[in-house]
C-alpha cells in the first residue's frame, strides 16, 4: 500500500474500531522509512502511550529517533486558544458584555459557536506548517465528534462573515489596538484557512469493522466528508475473521463476508484493507509492527 503524499493523515471512524491501532502502524511504517513523524492524538481520552506501550516522561514523548507521540486533551486546547486569542476575542465582546475574564473563557463557546474545535483544527493546521515534521499522523476523537469538528471551520466562517452586520456599531474601549472588524476579519481569515488546510493537505483514511451498524453508518460518513469536500482516500477494515476452529467463528466468518463484500461493492472507487482480527492485544512495538507489515508488506516502502 502506497502512503499519501498529503503531509496530515488523519484516522476517522466510530470509537472501538482500532483508529488508534491503525494511525500508530502508520505511523511506525512512515518512521521506518526514514521520515520524521508525529502521532499526535485529539481523542478526549487518548491511548496513544498504550499502544506504543511507553511511559510518557513529557508533554512530547519520545519512541524513537524520528518518531513522537503527542497527547492532546480538550483543555490543553481550550488553554492554547486562550494564550492564542484569549484576550483579542475578549476585548471584542467585553465592549457590549458585563463580564470577568475568567468567566468569559467558559463563556465563549456559546458566543460562537466551537472555537475550541476551531482552534484544535488551526492547531494541526501549524504543526503541518511548521516543517518540524515530515509527516503528522492524526488520530481522532470518535466519529460523532470528528464530524462535529469538521463542521466548525464552515460554520464559524459563516458567522463571522455575517458578523460586520452585527458588530459594526460597537466600539472598543481605549485600549483598544485594533478596530473590530478587523480583528472578526482576521478570525474569518483564520477559519478559511481551516477549511482549505482540511480540504487540500489532510489525507483522511476511515477505519470501520465488518459488522452491520458500522457499515450502515460509513453512508452517512462519506456523505457528510463529500458536503465538506474532502478527500478519503482508503478504508482500513479492522478485525477480520480469518482462521476459524469453531461454529461460532465460521458463523461471524460468514457475516463479515457479507459485509466486507458490501464495503467494497460501494467503494470500489478506494483503497480497501482488510486487517486480521489478531489472536493477542496489538500493544508495544512488536505487535504494532506485525499491523504495519499487513498493511505495507514486511518490507519499509
Known sequence: MKISDRKVI???????????????????????????????????????????????????????????????????????WDRKFGEEVYEVFSSFVDIEYDVFVDFITSILPG??????????RELAISNAYDRIIWDTAPLGQTLGLLKVPEMLYEHLRMAPRIYSH?????????????????????????????????????????????????????????????????????????????????????????????IKERYAHLGIYEIPLFPVEVRGIDRLNDVRATLFGEANS
Open 170 to 262: 460597537l466600539k472598543l474601549g481605549g485600549m483598544s489596538k485594533r478596530p473590530i472588524l478587523d480583528i472578526i476579519g482576521g478570525w474569518c481569515s483564520l477559519s478559511e484557512d481551516n477549511i482549505e488546510f482540511l480540504k487540500h493537505d489532510v489525507d483522511i483514511i476511515i477505519v470501520t469493522i465488518p459488522e452491520a451498524l458500522a457499515v450502515e453508518q460509513m453512508e452517512r460518513v462519506f456523505a457528510e466528508f463529500k458536503h465538506f469536500g474532502l478527500n478519503i482516500s482508503k478504508i482500513f477494515i479492522n478485525n477480520c475473521i480469518e482462521e476459524v476452529d469453531s461454529k461460532f467463528m465460521r458463523t461471524k466468518r460468514e457475516q463479515q463476508v457479507v459485509h466486507i463484500a458490501t
Open 10 to 80: 488523519m484516522f476517522a471512524g466510530k470509537g472501538g474500531v482500532g483508529k488508534t491501532t491503525c494511525a500508530s502502524a502508520t505511523a511506525l511504517q512512515c518512521a521506518n522509512c526514514g521520515e520524521r513523524v508525529l502521532i499526535v492524538s485529539t481523542d478526549p481520552t487518548p491511548s496513544l502511550i498504550d499502544i506504543f506501550n511507553i511511559e510518557m516522561t513529557k508533554k512530547l514523548t519520545v519512541v524513537s529517533d524520528n518518531l513522537f507521540v503527542l497527547e492532546v486533551s480538550g483543555d490543553e486546547i481550550k488553554e492554547m
Open 115 to 124: 472555537l475550541g474545535e476551531e482552534f484544535m483544527v488551526d492547531y494541526i
